[in-house]
């Protein structure tokens, strides 16, 4: 690879905001046929740099230079045009038009009055996805796709573009393992074939094993570009927090205390059934498994998000009415979704009455006890360390992580009994992340029942005391974390080990 | 990334300019006072900044109500209709002595009350399209009105100097409707900013589904903007009929508009979640600085009408262009 000239070269690239400097002066190459990871914690500028390679922001200084000439793309359909492809986080892909349709949308092969060549169109699609090695009916909508399929096609897309630069931000966020490795699978079949990729990930372990060289941002600067042959995974870490990071490993409540949450039977059809586990007082319970294995759904029932068919959930002792969550709040249950922004934030409200609003602090007849709640808000931002210019600061502006200690924040105050979070970290920078789960930690020491879903193995396996595994719409193991591995839990959350039926319901 | 001392350092006049972006509906009505003031010596006088007030104050009651609806992501064009129904069974309850002057008010705002639980729980606890249901209620509402009255004209006469009063009375020299106006401007403002309903209703019109899982009662919530913004009618047709006191009952078609109008004039997001009652306020008192400067150069009613279109798709524009560069 090297000696080759670059295919695409940045030079001294700014970007500012209106308070931020959210790009300052970053130089570095992509070399052709390669695989570039781009890492860094959220804010440290990988989606403006991706939207301006993407024409969709434009630099303030600096030059680009693609494929040897000056690149500066005044719209997205200008670095199309230039042979950049880029799949953002939120797939564009439009469900009611069939795949062969969104693959080449923009270019149907028509005749000359405009009607569109079916023939040829389902064709040509179906050279592209068997070139990827998909077997998918090119007729068939679009939306009907699992999402990790929808993926696809939007490389599909790139393809039939004619991009050799693509461009992927977290293309694995909302995969399932099995889903993340066809993809990277693919990738490594384009690179084989000549294209260029550049990736923006949290995960470390695809990056490194993935990607020919990684270059690190943090706070709008260039910290490095390296080979990822040349430096451990520790070194990188430590490039993108800026200081070093210490794993706790799973600490173990020395004595946890009596059941709190007891789930018996509980079954929505379709979805889950034979769901039933117990988690005490001062355990972290994580639920491993593959994306629509059922954790979120069981975790919705419980919290009455989403309406059970059947099956009991009990709080210390005392029968929950399912399906509302005004009585699960009332009993107790604080439910972390999975999906920040759509589930839990209210982005164009205040930081304070984010953080207010299950447990509003009242005078009389409904009157806001406005005094109150600073002091708690104040007190939280303190606490969990939360930046924000000040608790009157829309969420939007903050962080990802941020973000997410305001729900925790908000969970928190009504101090509860149970604490169910779900994916608690997606999509958060490696510093918040070792941050919430210390902070989840110190909860079940004071005697929380905690229960994490996640689709991360480490996490599960460094904050558990016990993990239980679904497959399928069942709880298919019960481990202690001491018998559990990685490989095991993988195992078991696809099928490869056989369940341990002894060991399940606890 | 984002601390204080950064915002301290902002210079004054990008402060400025984000205050007047925010506060843009309060620049634009001082803007227009400032040249309707150079332009007519008859303007800037308090009989013509009274009378501007009075105008406004029947389409001002209804936008309050409107604007809280507006917020929390849902549409109430059925006001207009409730204001007629109001109006109409006001005047047929003939208040000429003190015992059907107390039911011409009660009445009135019970009704309202009635379309607006009607309005609310359909909308609320069915989740259907808030446009399409009030806009079904609208002519549920006047098609009752009608068959009531046979289509004939409602009026009254000899009716008690206090009923005459709510519209044509004045305190400390200033009309009584204007109290009412600004007193229900006050009501709206305080509770939607200071007490948990308001918070409620700003976080469901933000994420409805985020606020069912922090525990709010949308359904519940939803049902009551829409039974102030029922009342908020009422109150506007009594304050209507009391003027007129001989009504034709299809008077208030079109007030759902203008009180649309002003909402959206003062900023609120048509999806939910941002809008407030001051700046609903001041896009009241915008309307009407408009319609009052129109009538100080002798243009035609007609051409107002038209005006109000346009200011009505400009501010929607306006509005949506600001969320495409906010993106």
């Not at chain 2, 972006?21 to 006088?45: C, D, I, K, M, Y």
């Not at chain 2, 009274?50 to 809280?68: D, P, T």
């Not at chain 2, 909308?123 to 509402?141: D, E, H, M, P, Y």
């Not at chain 2, 051409?303 to 600001?322: F, P």
Request: include cysteine; proline fraction near 4%; hydrophobic fraction near 50%.
């Amino acid at each position: 690879m090297t000696g080759t000239e670059p295919i695409l070269s940045l030079s001294r690239v700014s970007k500012r905001f209106a308070r931020v400097h959210a790009l300052e002066a970053v130089s570095f190459d992509v070399l052709p046929g390669e695989i570039h990871a781009l890492v860094g914690e959220n804010g440290a500028g990988k989606s403006t740099l991706i939207k301006i390679l993407g024409g969709n922001l434009g630099a303030d200084e600096g030059t680009i230079t693609l494929k040897g000439r000056d690149f500066a793309p005044r719209d997205p359909s200008q670095a199309r045009a230039a042979g950049i492809a880029v799949i953002y986080q939120e797939l564009t892909v439009i469900p009611y038009l069939s795949v062969a349709e969104n693959i080449f949308l923009g270019a149907l092969p028509a005749n000359a009055i405009g009607i569109v060549d079916r023939q040829r169109l389902h064709r040509d699609a179906r050279e592209l996805l068997d070139h990827l090695g998909m077997d998918i009916d090119p007729a068939k909508p679009a939306g009907e796709l699992a999402i990790g399929l929808q993926q696809m096609i939007e490389i599909a897309k790139s393809l039939a573009a004619r991009a050799d630069l693509l461009i992927m931000d977290e293309p694995t966020s909302s995969l399932s393992h099995r889903e993340g490795e066809r993809l990277w699978e693919v990738v490594a079949e384009l690179r084989n074939s000549g294209k260029t990729v550049i990736f923006v990930s949290h995960k470390l372990d695809e990056v490194f094993a993935i990607a020919n060289r990684v270059t690190v941002l943090r706070d709008g600067r260039k910290i490095a570009t390296q080979l990822l042959a040349d430096i451990t995974p520790d070194q990188l870490v430590t490039m993108m927090v800026g200081h070093e990071l210490h794993y706790e490993k799973a600490v173990h409540a020395a004595a946890p205390g009596p059941d709190i949450l007891a789930v018996e039977g509980l079954e929505r059809r379709g979805r889950f059934s034979g769901i039933s586990f117990s988690v005490r007082a001062g355990e972290i319970v994580g639920f491993a498994g593959l994306v629509g294995a059922g954790r979120t759904e069981v975790m919705r029932a419980i919290f009455g998000a989403d309406p059970a068919d059947a099956g009991r959930v009990t709080v210390e002792g005392k029968e929950l009415a399912l399906g509302n969550p005004r009585r699960a709040i009332r009993a107790g249950i604080a439910y972390l979704p999975e999906n920040r922004k759509e589930q839990a934030l209210f982005l164009r409200m205040s930081l304070l009455e984010n953080l207010a609003l299950p447990a509003s602090q009242t005078l009389s007849l409904g009157i806001l006890d406005q005094a109150a709640e600073s002091r708690r808000a104040a007190d939280f931002v303190k606490r969990l360390r939360i930046v924000a210019a000040s608790i009157g600061e829309e969420v939007i502006q903050l962080s990802g992580g941020n973000q997410q200690k305001v729900v925790l924040a908000r969970w928190l105050a009504m101090q509860p009994k149970v604490l169910i979070a779900d994916e608690p970290t997606r999509g958060i920078d490696v510093g918040a992340k070792a941050e919430i789960h210390d902070l989840l930690r110190s909860l079940a020491r004071q005697g929380m029942a905690i229960i994490v879903v996640s689709s991360e193995l480490p996490e599960i396996l460094s904050l558990s005391n016990r993990i239980l595994v679904m497959r399928g719409g069942r709880i298919v193991a019960n481990l202690a974390t001491e018998q559990a591995s990685e490989e095991i839990v993988g195992g078991l959350a696809v099928g490869l080990s056989s369940p341990e039926p002894a060991n399940v319901g606890h | 990334m984002s601390d204080t001392s950064l915002a301290a350092q902002e210079p004054a006049f990008r402060r400025i300019g984000i205050l007047a972006r925010r506060e843009l509906v309060w620049v634009v009505l001082f803007g227009a006072v400032v040249l309707l003031a150079a332009a007519s010596p008859n303007f800037l006088t308090s009989a013509n900044l009274l009378n501007i007030l009075r105008q406004v104050s029947i389409v001002g009651i209804l936008a309050v109500g409107v604007v809280i609806v507006v917020v929390a992501g849902n549409f109430d064009l059925s006001v207009g209709a409730t204001l007629t129904l109001a109006a109409v069974i006001s005047l047929q309850m003939q208040p000429t002595d003190a015992g059907r002057t107390v039911l011409s008010l009660a009445l009135p705002l019970v009704l309202g009350l009635v379309v607006g639980v009607m309005n609310g729980l359909i909308v609320g606890r069915l989740r259907a399209n808030s446009i399409i249901v009030t806009v079904g209620s609208q002519f549920v509402v006047i098609g009752c009105v009608l068959l009531y009255v046979a289509g004939q004209h409602v009026r009254v006469d000899g009716a008690t100097p206090f009923y005459v009063a709510i519209s044509a009375g004045y305190l400390l020299g200033i009309p009584i409707p204007i109290y009412l106006f600004l007193g229900i401007v006050a009501v709206g403002h305080f509770l939607m900013r200071y007490t948990l309903f308001g918070r409620f209703v700003r976080a469901i019109g933000g994420n409805a589904e985020a606020a069912r899982l922090v525990g709010v009662p949308v359904a519940r919530y939803v049902a009551l903007t829409y039974m102030l913004s029922g009342a908020a009618a009422a109150v506007s047709g009594i304050v209507l009929a009391s003027r007129v006191r001989n009504l034709d009952p299809t008077v208030g078609i079109g007030y759902e508009f203008s009180a649309l109008t002003a909402v959206v004039l003062g900023g609120a997001s048509l999806t939910g979640g941002r809008g407030n009652v001051p700046h609903t306020l001041a896009g009241v008192l915008l309307l009407g600085v408009i319609s009052n400067g129109m009538r100080l150069f002798g243009l035609s009613f007609n051409l107002q009408l038209l005006v109000q279109g346009i200011i009505l798709i400009t501010a929607v524009a306006i509005d949506a262009r600001g969320k495409a560069a906010g993106r």
